[in-house]
C-alpha cells in the first residue's frame, strides 16, 4: 500500500491514509446515482486497491471491460473529531462526486489535479462512510486525456485507459483555523524568500511563524500578524549568517548538481495557542532567459533532458511504490540527463519531491485534449490554476508545458479562435507564474512563448548517409531549424516572428529495441536488432545535436518503453537494454 505522506512540501503530523481495500462497483449501464447507491446499495459486490485503477492488474481487478462509471465505498472510523476534518484526492479520473455518510459533499472537474473536500459536518465520531462516484468520458474527445486510448487496445503511441482514483485518498484533522497554503517565491539576485500564507478564514490577532532552517541550522525566524487572508512576509535569507556556510561543497542555492534546500516551519497561532504546524521547504533558484540563452542561477545552463510518460506495467499511471520515483531519476541522472520533460501527464506531487532533493530539472506538462472543443477553454484553464497552485513551490520544475504538438489544436494555422486559446493559455500561465518559463505549443505551430521547442524524428535508419546528412544539416543553424517542417507543420504560425527565443529539440530519437522480446506490435521510430545497433544509433543521432550551433539543450524519446512503444532506453519493467556508462560517455559528448 502507498502509505507515505502525500504531499511532502505540504506536511502534517495529524493525518492518516486510506489507501487500500475499498469496495468497488461497475456501473456499466449508468444507473448508480438514478438508484441512489451513495446511500445503500449491494452493488458494491468488488474490492479494488486503492490507489490503482481497475484496469491495472495491482487493483488485484484487471477488468478490460471498459464502464464510463464506477464506485468506490469504504467505511471510516473516527476515534477523535476536531473542529474541521478535511478529505483530500491526490487525482480522480476524470470527474468525481463525494458522499459522506449518505450526503453529497463535493465534486471535482479534472482527472489529473488534486481536490480537497471539507467534510466537517458531516462525519461524527465513530463509524462513516464515505462514497466516491467516478463518471470517465472513455472516446471523448475534449477532455483532457493525455496518452490514454480511446479504443480497448492500446496500440503505437496510445496506452490503456485510466479510470477512477488513481492517487492517494487521506484525511486530515485540523482546527476551525488553519494554514490553506502558503506560496513560497524566492529571489536570487536579492537573496530573500517570499511567504504568501492563505488562511481558510481571517480572525483577529493570528500571527504567522516561519523557522527557516539549512543544513539543519535555524538560521531565521519571522513573526507576522495576519491582517488578510492573503498575506506577503519577506525574509533576507542570507542575512550575513550562512555566507560561509557550504552545504555538501556547492554553497546554498539550488541545481542539478547540488540541490541544497532549505527547511521551514509555518506555524499559525491565536493567543500563544498553536492553530496549525505545517512542515515545507523550498531551493534558491532562478531560471530566466539572456539574450536568447537559458540561464539558471544567473549562468548559462544546456538542459539534457529525457522524455518521461510516468507509467508502470502493473499499476499503469500510478507509482506501485514511491521507491519508483528514485529509481527512475537516478536511473536518467546515471545516465547523464540533467532532467525531464514529463510527458502528458500532471505527475504525483512525490515525483516532484524526490526531484527536489535529488536535483533533478522538470518541465511539467498536462495531459492534452484530442480535439479543439469550446467546453475544453475553461477545463484547461482551471488545471492549470490547479497546477501551478499546488506545484509552484517545487524548485526543480523550470518550465510549464500547456500544450504539445496542437493536441486539441489541431487547426491552429489558420483558425483564429484555436490560435487565441493558445496565447490565451500562454497568458494566463504567466500570470499565475512570473519565475518560470512556458512554452506554447511544444513541437510545432507555436505562437508567442518563451522557448521554441521543436520535434523531429527524421533522423532516418544509420544505413542511410543521406537522410542522417540532412538531418545534421536541420540542426546546425537557428535559421535552419526554423525551417524545418516536422510532420508537414511550421515552427511558427504566420505572421508570429522568431525573436531569438532560445531553442531546444525537444522531442527526436525514439530508436525502438528490446533485447528480452521481439513482438509484432513493438513499436517505435525507428527499430535496431542488437546492443551495438542501439548504441551505434544512439551515437549518432546524439553527435548531431552535438554539432549544431543553435540549440539550448534537448530532449531524448524516451526514459522507458511504454506497453507496446518499445523505444525506452530501458524496458518497461526498468530493465536495462545496455550499459548506462556508455549512455552516459555518449550525453557527456553534448556541452
Same mark, same amino acid.
Given at each position: 500500500?502507498?502509505?507515505?505522506? /502525500?504531499?511532502?512540501?505540504?506536511?502534517?503530523?495529524?493525518?492518516?491514509?486510506?489507501?487500500?481495500?475499498? &469496495?468497488?462497483?461497475?456501473?456499466?449501464?449508468?444507473?448508480?446515482?438514478?438508484?441512489?447507491?451513495?446511500?445503500?446499495?449491494?452493488?458494491?459486490?468488488?474490492?479494488?486497491?486503492?490507489?490503482?485503477?481497475?484496469? @491495472?492488474?495491482?487493483?488485484?481487478? $484487471?477488468?478490460?471491460?471498459?464502464?464510463?462509471?464506477?464506485?468506490?465505498?469504504?467505511?471510516?472510523?473516527?476515534?477523535?473529531?476536531?473542529?474541521?476534518?478535511?478529505?483530500?484526492?491526490?487525482?480522480?479520473?476524470?470527474?468525481?462526486?463525494?458522499?459522506?455518510?449518505?450526503?453529497?459533499?463535493?465534486?471535482?472537474?479534472?482527472?489529473?489535479?488534486?481536490?480537497?473536500?471539507?467534510?466537517?459536518?458531516?462525519?461524527?465520531?465513530?463509524?462513516?462512510?464515505?462514497?466516491?462516484?467516478?463518471?470517465?468520458?472513455?472516446?471523448?474527445?475534449?477532455?483532457?486525456?493525455?496518452?490514454?486510448?480511446?479504443?480497448?487496445?492500446?496500440?503505437?503511441?496510445?496506452?490503456?485507459?485510466?479510470?477512477?482514483?488513481?492517487?492517494?485518498?487521506?484525511?486530515?484533522?485540523?482546527?476551525?483555523?488553519?494554514?490553506?497554503?502558503?506560496?513560497? &517565491?524566492?529571489?536570487?539576485?536579492?537573496?530573500?524568500?517570499?511567504?504568501?500564507?492563505?488562511?481558510? !478564514?481571517?480572525? #483577529?490577532?493570528?500571527?504567522?511563524?516561519?523557522?527557516?532552517?539549512?543544513?539543519?541550522?535555524?538560521?531565521?525566524?519571522? =513573526?507576522?500578524?495576519?491582517?488578510?487572508?492573503?498575506? !506577503?512576509?519577506?525574509?533576507?535569507?542570507?542575512?550575513?549568517?550562512?555566507?560561509?556556510?557550504?552545504?555538501?561543497?556547492?554553497?546554498?542555492?539550488? @541545481?542539478?548538481?547540488? +540541490?541544497?534546500?532549505?527547511?521551514?516551519?509555518?506555524?499559525?497561532?491565536?493567543?500563544?495557542?498553536?492553530?496549525?504546524?505545517?512542515?515545507?521547504?523550498?531551493?534558491?533558484?532562478?531560471?530566466?532567459?539572456?539574450?536568447?540563452?537559458?540561464?539558471?542561477?544567473?549562468? +548559462?545552463?544546456?538542459?539534457?533532458?529525457?522524455?518521461?510518460?510516468?507509467?508502470?506495467?502493473?499499476?499503469?499511471?500510478?507509482?506501485?511504490?514511491?521507491?519508483?520515483?528514485?529509481?527512475?531519476?537516478?536511473?536518467?541522472?546515471?545516465?547523464?540527463?540533467?532532467?525531464?520533460?514529463?510527458?502528458?501527464?500532471? #505527475?504525483?506531487?512525490?515525483?516532484?519531491?524526490?526531484?527536489?532533493?535529488?536535483?533533478?530539472?522538470?518541465?511539467?506538462?498536462?495531459?492534452?485534449?484530442?480535439?479543439?472543443?469550446?467546453?475544453?477553454?475553461?477545463?484547461?484553464?482551471?488545471?492549470? $490554476?490547479?497546477?501551478?497552485?499546488?506545484?509552484?513551490?517545487? /524548485?526543480?520544475?523550470?518550465?510549464?508545458? /500547456?500544450?504539445?504538438?496542437?493536441?486539441?489544436?489541431?487547426?491552429?494555422?489558420?483558425?483564429? #479562435?484555436?490560435?487565441?486559446?493558445?496565447?490565451?493559455?500562454?497568458?494566463?500561465?504567466?500570470?499565475?507564474?512570473?519565475?518560470?518559463?512556458?512554452?506554447?505549443?511544444?513541437?510545432?505551430?507555436?505562437?508567442?512563448?518563451?522557448?521554441?521547442?521543436?520535434?523531429?524524428?527524421?533522423?532516418?535508419?544509420?544505413?542511410?548517409?543521406?537522410?542522417?546528412?540532412?538531418?545534421?544539416?536541420?540542426?546546425?543553424?537557428?535559421?535552419?531549424?526554423?525551417?524545418?517542417?516536422?510532420?508537414?507543420?511550421?515552427?511558427?504560425?504566420? +505572421?508570429? !516572428?522568431?525573436?531569438?527565443?532560445?531553442?531546444?529539440?525537444?522531442?527526436?530519437?525514439?530508436?525502438?529495441?528490446?533485447? %528480452? =522480446?521481439?513482438?509484432?506490435?513493438?513499436?517505435?521510430?525507428?527499430?535496431?536488432?542488437?546492443?551495438?545497433?542501439?548504441?551505434?544509433?544512439?551515437?549518432?543521432?546524439?553527435?548531431?545535436?552535438?554539432?549544431?550551433?543553435?540549440?539550448?539543450? %534537448?530532449?531524448?524519446?524516451?526514459?522507458?518503453?511504454?506497453?507496446?512503444?518499445?523505444?525506452?532506453?530501458?524496458?518497461?519493467?526498468?530493465?536495462?537494454?545496455?550499459?548506462?556508462?556508455?549512455?552516459?560517455?555518449?550525453?557527456?559528448?553534448?556541452?
Amino acid at each position: 500500500m502507498r502509505n507515505e505522506y /502525500p504531499r511532502p512540501q505540504f506536511k502534517r503530523k495529524n493525518w492518516f491514509n486510506l489507501n487500500g481495500e475499498w &469496495e468497488f462497483a461497475l456501473d456499466v449501464t449508468q444507473v448508480g446515482l438514478k438508484e441512489k447507491w451513495y446511500k445503500q446499495s449491494d452493488s458494491f459486490t468488488e474490492r479494488i486497491e486503492v490507489p490503482y485503477v481497475y484496469q @491495472s492488474s495491482h487493483s488485484k481487478l $484487471n477488468h478490460l471491460e471498459p464502464s464510463e462509471a464506477v464506485w468506490y465505498r469504504k467505511k471510516v472510523t473516527l476515534q477523535t473529531l476536531t473542529e474541521k476534518t478535511l478529505l483530500h484526492f491526490g487525482a480522480v479520473d476524470f470527474e468525481a462526486i463525494v458522499f459522506v455518510n449518505g450526503a453529497r459533499v463535493g465534486e471535482h472537474v479534472g482527472g489529473h489535479t488534486s481536490f480537497t473536500i471539507d467534510i466537517s459536518n458531516m462525519v461524527r465520531l465513530g463509524a462513516n462512510e464515505i462514497v466516491v462516484y467516478v463518471k470517465d468520458y472513455i472516446d471523448a474527445e475534449w477532455i483532457t486525456r493525455g496518452k490514454q486510448y480511446w479504443k480497448p487496445k492500446s496500440e503505437s503511441i496510445w496506452y490503456t485507459n485510466t479510470t477512477g482514483i488513481w492517487q492517494t485518498v487521506w484525511i486530515e484533522q485540523l482546527s476551525d483555523t488553519y494554514l490553506e497554503r502558503v506560496q513560497i &517565491e524566492t529571489n536570487l539576485d536579492d537573496e530573500t524568500v517570499t511567504f504568501y500564507p492563505k488562511v481558510n !478564514q481571517l480572525i #483577529e490577532g493570528l500571527i504567522f511563524q516561519a523557522e527557516i532552517f539549512f543544513d539543519d541550522t535555524l538560521i531565521g525566524v519571522v =513573526s507576522n500578524q495576519l491582517f488578510h487572508d492573503e498575506h !506577503q512576509i519577506t525574509v533576507d535569507i542570507l542575512n550575513n549568517k550562512i555566507m560561509n556556510t557550504v552545504a555538501h561543497g556547492h554553497g546554498w542555492t539550488w @541545481s542539478p548538481e547540488a +540541490p541544497n534546500l532549505f527547511d521551514v516551519t509555518f506555524t499559525l497561532k491565536l493567543d500563544n495557542q498553536v492553530l496549525d504546524t505545517v512542515n515545507s521547504y523550498f531551493g534558491m533558484r532562478k531560471i530566466h532567459i539572456e539574450n536568447g540563452v537559458i540561464m539558471l542561477n544567473n549562468r +548559462p545552463y544546456y538542459q539534457k533532458l529525457v522524455l518521461d510518460q510516468g507509467y508502470w506495467p502493473e499499476t499503469l499511471m500510478t507509482a506501485k511504490e514511491d521507491s519508483d520515483f528514485v529509481r527512475d531519476i537516478e536511473l536518467a541522472k546515471s545516465m547523464g540527463f540533467n532532467g525531464c520533460r514529463k510527458h502528458q501527464k500532471v #505527475e504525483d506531487p512525490r515525483f516532484f519531491y524526490h526531484c527536489d532533493r535529488l536535483g533533478f530539472l522538470v518541465w511539467a506538462e498536462c495531459a492534452s485534449s484530442a480535439k479543439f472543443n469550446k467546453r475544453a477553454v475553461p477545463l484547461l484553464a482551471n488545471e492549470w $490554476n490547479e497546477i501551478v497552485t499546488r506545484d509552484y513551490n517545487h /524548485p526543480s520544475i523550470i518550465t510549464w508545458t /500547456p500544450m504539445n504538438e496542437s493536441w486539441g489544436i489541431s487547426e491552429i494555422n489558420y483558425r483564429k #479562435e484555436q490560435q487565441h486559446f493558445a496565447q490565451m493559455m500562454y497568458h494566463y500561465v504567466k500570470s499565475l507564474d512570473q519565475t518560470r518559463l512556458v512554452i506554447v505549443n511544444d513541437g510545432w505551430e507555436m505562437l508567442k512563448t518563451d522557448i521554441i521547442g521543436i520535434h523531429n524524428y527524421m533522423h532516418g535508419a544509420k544505413d542511410d548517409a543521406e537522410i542522417h546528412a540532412r538531418y545534421r544539416e536541420a540542426l546546425r543553424t537557428k535559421e535552419n531549424l526554423l525551417a524545418t517542417t516536422p510532420a508537414n507543420r511550421q515552427i511558427l504560425v504566420s +505572421p508570429t !516572428q522568431y525573436d531569438d527565443e532560445p531553442i531546444i529539440l525537444t522531442e527526436f530519437g525514439g530508436i525502438a529495441y528490446n533485447p %528480452f =522480446s521481439q513482438e509484432d506490435e513493438d513499436w517505435g521510430y525507428t527499430s535496431t536488432q542488437s546492443d551495438k545497433d542501439f548504441i551505434d544509433e544512439y551515437r549518432r543521432i546524439i553527435q548531431a545535436v552535438h554539432q549544431s550551433e543553435a540549440l539550448q539543450g %534537448f530532449c531524448y524519446t524516451q526514459l522507458t518503453d511504454v506497453e507496446q512503444e518499445t523505444n525506452g532506453l530501458v524496458t518497461y519493467n526498468r530493465q536495462l537494454k545496455v550499459d548506462v556508462d556508455i549512455i552516459k560517455e555518449i550525453n557527456n559528448q553534448v556541452r
